[in-house]
């Protein structure tokens, strides 16, 4: 069976995003302030900017991958070396808040104030300001999409209706969403953390690579995008990393498949959709 959308250029069937939230500590945090008292819990955190980081980027490096690393501000202003080896690997930094924010649990005026602190700290680290941004959790709350499209960000990756870029509009003009899904994101499967009262029991790797194998399988029958959301403190662990390695791996034995930054997809899909 081939059913094929045409809706990215000729030469392209299906578009690959490998993302990363750099969350670090910065989750904890936010989940339960008294996680500044709790050593082994901030370490598994920590674990992702410091450990894991430098084996992503090598891995990435190895395949010529360009990435997206959403980043809250927090990390970016406390691992500003990490942040220029990001940059200097050619990969792109994005917003995802100050300390982890959902933008649902924040007054009007205190989700403001994180994007602006972001985009403060995210200019004064990279040099440019971000143009693409990720709620934390993916809990926007109903003024986020106009906030974002006032202040200039080409694309919002926080929304699951559609597996293709798709438009929003607002008073404020017309934002890009470029969808993801739990379904392709490491936490639901491999997270626990009993400080923040994340229980469920972890999946190996075989059960993980199956899920986002056949999930990509089928992305790539219907000509759609493969959106894969990460978090270095998760996917960074090396039995995890190896089985991502192995998802690479299949996924270039297809034809007409490229990896992109966010902002790459978002540029792409403006031009040929305006």
């Not at 200097?88 to 982890?100: C, F, L, P, V």
């Not at 936490?187 to 999930?215: C, D, H, L, N």
Request: proline share 8%; with cysteine.
């Amino acid at each position: 069976l081939r059913i094929v959308s045409g809706i990215w250029p000729t030469d392209i069937r299906c578009v690959v995003l490998i993302t990363f939230d750099v969350d670090g500590a910065s989750g904890s945090i936010n989940r339960n302030p008294d996680a500044v008292n709790m050593p082994s819990l901030l370490s598994m955190g920590e674990y992702g900017p410091n450990v894991a980081m430098p084996r992503i980027l090598d891995l990435l490096g190895n395949y010529d991958i360009k990435s997206t690393f959403f980043v809250p501000g927090f990390i970016a202003e406390n691992n500003q070396y990490l942040m220029k080896d990001i940059i200097d690997n050619g990969h792109e930094i994005a917003h995802h808040g100050y300390m982890h924010e959902p933008p649902a649990t924040l007054d009007p005026a205190e989700e403001l104030e994180v994007l602006k602190k972001g985009i403060s700290i995210l200019k004064l680290v990279t040099g440019e300001p971000p143009l693409g941004y990720r709620s934390p959790s993916w809990e926007l709350s109903g003024k986020s999409l106009g906030y974002l499209a006032s202040m200039g960000f080409t694309y919002d990756s926080s929304l699951m209706g559609d597996d293709a870029p798709y438009y929003l509009n607002n008073s404020y003009g017309s934002i890009l969403e470029l969808p993801i899904h739990w379904v392709l994101d490491d936490a639901p499967y491999f997270s626990y953390s009993p400080g923040i009262q994340r229980t469920g029991p972890m999946k190996g790797p075989e059960e993980v690579y199956g899920s986002w194998k056949a999930e990509f399988e089928g992305l790539y029958r219907y000509g759609r995008s493969f959106h894969l959301t990460m978090h270095p403190h998760i996917i960074g662990r090396p039995g995890r990393l190896l089985m991502l390695e192995r998802l690479i791996n299949h996924i270039r034995t297809f034809p007409d498949v490229v990896f992109m930054r966010a902002i790459d997809v978002a540029n792409m899909w403006n031009e040929t959709h305006p």
